[in-house]
């Protein structure tokens, strides 16, 4: 039996695709990022009194 494929849905997407997909996941969550890499920069260099 061969597995049916629905038309334009591509199993591996290219290079372009999975950067794009990246690139968009990374905006959505970037105040969440920031707020994560603020706080191991804070651990990483304390803060002089």
């Known amino acids: 039996m061969q597995k049916i494929k ?3 849905v591509n ?7 999975g950067f794009i997909t990246t690139l968009a996941i990374v905006l959505l969550f970037w105040p969440i990022l920031d707020r994560a890499w603020s ?4 651990l990483w260099r304390p803060a002089r009194a």
């Open 6 to 8: 629905a038309p334009g």
């Open 39 to 42: 706080s191991v920069g804070r």
């Open 11 to 17: 199993v591996r997407p290219n290079g372009l695709v």
